[in-house]
Protein backbone atom coordinates (compact mmCIF):
# COMPACT_ATOMS: atom_id res chain seq x y z
CA UNK A 1 0.00 0.00 0.00
CA UNK A 2 1.53 3.46 -0.52
CA UNK A 3 2.02 5.34 2.11
CA UNK A 4 0.94 9.09 3.77
CA UNK A 5 2.88 10.85 5.90
CA UNK A 6 1.43 13.43 7.97
CA UNK A 7 2.33 15.49 11.21
CA UNK A 8 1.85 13.78 14.61
CA UNK A 9 0.24 16.28 15.92
CA UNK A 10 -1.47 19.98 14.91
CA UNK A 11 -3.30 23.00 17.67
CA UNK A 12 -5.86 25.42 16.34
CA UNK A 13 -8.21 27.86 18.03
CA UNK A 14 -12.06 27.57 17.86
CA UNK A 15 -13.71 29.46 15.78
CA UNK A 16 -10.61 29.04 13.05
CA UNK A 17 -9.71 27.30 9.68
CA UNK A 18 -7.63 24.35 9.91
CA UNK A 19 -5.32 22.95 7.27
CA UNK A 20 -4.11 19.10 7.51
CA UNK A 21 -1.63 18.45 5.28
CA UNK A 22 -0.69 15.02 3.52
CA UNK A 23 2.27 13.89 1.37
CA UNK A 24 1.63 10.82 -0.68
CA UNK A 25 4.70 11.10 -2.75
CA UNK A 26 4.17 7.31 -4.18
CA UNK A 27 0.45 7.61 -5.31
CA UNK A 28 0.19 5.66 -7.84
CA UNK A 29 -2.97 6.47 -10.98
CA UNK A 30 -5.51 4.64 -9.56
CA UNK A 31 -5.22 5.52 -5.85
CA UNK A 32 -8.34 7.59 -3.83
CA UNK A 33 -7.69 9.56 -1.15
CA UNK A 34 -9.59 8.90 1.78
CA UNK A 35 -9.42 10.70 4.88
CA UNK A 36 -11.31 9.47 8.31
CA UNK A 37 -11.05 10.66 11.88
CA UNK A 38 -11.23 9.03 15.37
CA UNK A 39 -12.22 10.62 18.51
CA UNK A 40 -11.43 9.07 21.64
CA UNK A 41 -13.75 6.02 22.16
CA UNK A 42 -14.94 5.94 19.42
CA UNK A 43 -14.75 4.18 15.86
CA UNK A 44 -13.68 6.07 12.72
CA UNK A 45 -15.60 8.16 11.12
CA UNK A 46 -15.34 8.69 7.63
CA UNK A 47 -14.26 12.56 6.22
CA UNK A 48 -14.13 12.66 2.71
CA UNK A 49 -12.20 11.31 -0.09
CA UNK A 50 -11.46 12.00 -4.02
CA UNK A 51 -9.22 10.94 -6.60
CA UNK A 52 -8.45 14.28 -8.61
CA UNK A 53 -10.43 17.29 -8.12
CA UNK A 54 -10.89 19.06 -4.94
CA UNK A 55 -14.13 17.71 -2.98
CA UNK A 56 -16.57 19.97 -1.02
CA UNK A 57 -18.87 18.46 1.82
CA UNK A 58 -21.04 19.04 4.95
CA UNK A 59 -17.84 18.32 7.20
CA UNK A 60 -14.89 19.46 5.31
CA UNK A 61 -12.86 20.39 2.25
CA UNK A 62 -10.33 18.05 0.33
CA UNK A 63 -7.95 20.02 -1.92
CA UNK A 64 -5.80 17.82 -4.16
CA UNK A 65 -2.43 18.51 -5.41
CA UNK A 66 -2.31 18.86 -9.07
CA UNK A 67 0.63 16.07 -9.25
CA UNK A 68 -1.20 14.43 -7.02
CA UNK A 69 1.67 13.56 -3.92
CA UNK A 70 0.18 15.90 -1.68
CA UNK A 71 -3.69 17.13 -0.02
CA UNK A 72 -4.77 18.87 2.59
CA UNK A 73 -8.02 18.47 4.54
CA UNK A 74 -9.60 21.68 4.91
CA UNK A 75 -12.25 22.76 7.97
CA UNK A 76 -13.29 25.39 7.41
CA UNK A 77 -14.34 26.32 11.32
CA UNK A 78 -12.54 23.81 13.79
CA UNK A 79 -15.09 22.97 16.93
CA UNK A 80 -14.15 21.20 20.23
CA UNK A 81 -15.82 18.24 19.04
CA UNK A 82 -13.20 18.72 15.75
CA UNK A 83 -10.75 17.83 18.07
CA UNK A 84 -9.43 14.19 17.09
CA UNK A 85 -6.68 11.74 15.39
CA UNK A 86 -7.20 12.31 11.52
CA UNK A 87 -5.69 9.75 9.46
CA UNK A 88 -5.20 9.73 5.37
CA UNK A 89 -5.27 6.85 3.80
CA UNK A 90 -4.77 5.99 -0.11
CA UNK A 91 -6.72 3.38 -1.14
CA UNK A 92 -5.92 1.34 -4.06
CA UNK A 93 -7.69 -0.15 -6.52
CA UNK A 94 -6.93 -3.55 -6.25
CA UNK A 95 -9.82 -6.21 -5.84
CA UNK A 96 -8.66 -7.46 -2.34
CA UNK A 97 -5.66 -4.90 -1.46
CA UNK A 98 -8.18 -1.96 -2.20
CA UNK A 99 -10.55 -3.38 0.18
CA UNK A 100 -8.20 -2.63 3.42
CA UNK A 101 -7.40 0.64 4.72
CA UNK A 102 -3.88 0.92 5.95
CA UNK A 103 -3.94 3.91 9.18
CA UNK A 104 -0.96 5.42 9.89
CA UNK A 105 -0.20 7.55 13.00
CA UNK A 106 -2.28 10.23 11.45
CA UNK A 107 -2.51 13.85 13.06
CA UNK A 108 -3.59 14.53 16.63
CA UNK A 109 -5.41 17.42 16.19
CA UNK A 110 -6.64 19.71 19.20
CA UNK A 111 -8.70 22.58 19.29
CA UNK A 112 -8.79 25.12 21.66
CA UNK A 113 -11.73 27.32 23.17
CA UNK B 1 -30.54 4.11 7.98
CA UNK B 2 -28.92 2.43 10.64
CA UNK B 3 -25.00 2.79 10.38
CA UNK B 4 -22.54 -0.66 11.69
CA UNK B 5 -23.97 -2.10 14.45
CA UNK B 6 -21.61 -3.98 16.91
CA UNK B 7 -21.82 -5.49 20.27
CA UNK B 8 -21.31 -5.65 23.02
CA UNK B 9 -19.83 -2.44 23.16
CA UNK B 10 -17.64 -3.66 26.21
CA UNK B 11 -16.99 -7.13 27.04
CA UNK B 12 -15.03 -8.57 30.02
CA UNK B 13 -13.67 -12.25 30.14
CA UNK B 14 -11.02 -13.67 32.01
CA UNK B 15 -7.86 -15.60 30.62
CA UNK B 16 -9.00 -19.29 28.68
CA UNK B 17 -12.34 -17.72 27.96
CA UNK B 18 -13.82 -17.26 24.38
CA UNK B 19 -14.79 -13.83 22.94
CA UNK B 20 -17.63 -13.49 20.45
CA UNK B 21 -17.57 -10.03 19.28
CA UNK B 22 -20.54 -9.53 16.72
CA UNK B 23 -20.83 -7.31 13.46
CA UNK B 24 -24.16 -5.91 11.24
CA UNK B 25 -23.09 -4.35 8.28
CA UNK B 26 -25.34 -1.21 7.07
CA UNK B 27 -28.15 -1.78 4.77
CA UNK B 28 -27.02 -3.23 1.48
CA UNK B 29 -24.04 -4.09 2.27
CA UNK B 30 -22.54 -6.92 1.68
CA UNK B 31 -18.80 -6.41 2.33
CA UNK B 32 -17.06 -6.69 5.92
CA UNK B 33 -14.13 -5.75 8.19
CA UNK B 34 -12.54 -6.36 10.95
CA UNK B 35 -10.11 -3.96 12.50
CA UNK B 36 -7.87 -4.38 15.58
CA UNK B 37 -6.78 -1.29 17.82
CA UNK B 38 -4.51 -2.22 20.35
CA UNK B 39 -3.74 0.19 23.64
CA UNK B 40 -2.10 3.18 22.23
CA UNK B 41 -1.50 1.89 18.91
CA UNK B 42 -3.33 2.49 15.54
CA UNK B 43 -5.48 0.61 13.62
CA UNK B 44 -4.46 -2.43 11.66
CA UNK B 45 -6.44 -5.02 9.33
CA UNK B 46 -7.57 -8.29 10.38
CA UNK B 47 -9.99 -9.69 8.13
CA UNK B 48 -12.58 -9.11 5.42
CA UNK B 49 -15.50 -11.11 4.37
CA UNK B 50 -18.22 -11.14 1.74
CA UNK B 51 -21.33 -13.40 2.40
CA UNK B 52 -20.18 -16.56 3.81
CA UNK B 53 -16.49 -16.23 2.25
CA UNK B 54 -13.27 -14.99 3.43
CA UNK B 55 -11.31 -12.88 0.90
CA UNK B 56 -8.60 -11.38 2.94
CA UNK B 57 -6.80 -12.73 5.89
CA UNK B 58 -3.85 -11.43 5.81
CA UNK B 59 -4.21 -9.37 8.84
CA UNK B 60 -5.80 -12.46 11.39
CA UNK B 61 -3.45 -13.65 13.93
CA UNK B 62 -2.39 -17.82 12.99
CA UNK B 63 -4.05 -19.55 16.30
CA UNK B 64 -7.47 -18.59 18.74
CA UNK B 65 -9.18 -16.04 15.80
CA UNK B 66 -11.27 -16.76 13.31
CA UNK B 67 -14.42 -14.91 11.79
CA UNK B 68 -17.30 -15.58 9.87
CA UNK B 69 -19.78 -13.96 7.71
CA UNK B 70 -23.01 -16.62 7.42
CA UNK B 71 -25.79 -16.11 4.94
CA UNK B 72 -28.18 -14.99 7.26
CA UNK B 73 -27.29 -12.97 10.43
CA UNK B 74 -24.42 -10.77 11.63
CA UNK B 75 -20.74 -11.16 11.56
CA UNK B 76 -18.66 -13.17 13.95
CA UNK B 77 -15.30 -12.55 14.99
CA UNK B 78 -14.32 -15.12 17.63
CA UNK B 79 -11.47 -15.24 19.86
CA UNK B 80 -10.82 -18.72 21.87
CA UNK B 81 -8.75 -18.95 24.81
CA UNK B 82 -8.22 -15.28 25.31
CA UNK B 83 -5.45 -13.90 26.64
CA UNK B 84 -4.05 -10.21 28.37
CA UNK B 85 -2.78 -9.31 24.90
CA UNK B 86 -6.17 -9.64 23.02
CA UNK B 87 -7.43 -6.64 25.21
CA UNK B 88 -8.38 -4.56 22.31
CA UNK B 89 -10.65 -2.42 20.79
CA UNK B 90 -12.61 -4.67 18.10
CA UNK B 91 -13.81 -2.59 15.17
CA UNK B 92 -16.17 -3.52 12.49
CA UNK B 93 -16.81 -1.75 9.09
CA UNK B 94 -18.63 -2.54 6.20
CA UNK B 95 -19.35 -1.30 2.42
CA UNK B 96 -21.36 -1.72 -0.89
CA UNK B 97 -18.50 -3.35 -2.52
CA UNK B 98 -14.49 -2.77 -3.03
CA UNK B 99 -14.23 0.16 -5.36
CA UNK B 100 -11.77 2.13 -4.32
CA UNK B 101 -13.55 5.52 -4.53
CA UNK B 102 -16.58 3.98 -2.32
CA UNK B 103 -16.68 4.10 1.14
CA UNK B 104 -16.10 2.13 4.41
CA UNK B 105 -18.23 2.38 6.97
CA UNK B 106 -16.82 1.78 10.64
CA UNK B 107 -19.15 0.90 13.93
CA UNK B 108 -18.30 2.31 17.42
CA UNK B 109 -16.09 -0.69 18.28
CA UNK B 110 -16.30 -3.85 20.61
CA UNK B 111 -14.31 -2.85 24.11
CA UNK B 112 -12.73 -6.66 24.98
CA UNK B 113 -10.82 -6.39 28.36
CA UNK B 114 -9.13 -9.19 29.26
CA UNK B 115 -8.88 -10.08 33.18
Known amino acids: DAKTTQPNSMESNEEEPVHLPCNHSTISGTDYIHWYRQLPSQGPEYVIH???SNVNNRMASLAIAEDRKSSTLILHRATLRDAAVYYC??????????????FGEGTQLTVNP | NAGVMQNPRHLVRRRGQEARLRCSPMKGHSHVYWYRQLPEEGLKFMVYLQKENIIDESGMPKERFSAEFPKEGPSILRIQQVVRGDSAAYFCASSENTYSGNTIYFGEGSWLTVV
Open chain 1, 89 to 102: ILRDAGETSGSRLT
Open chain 1, 50 to 52: GLT
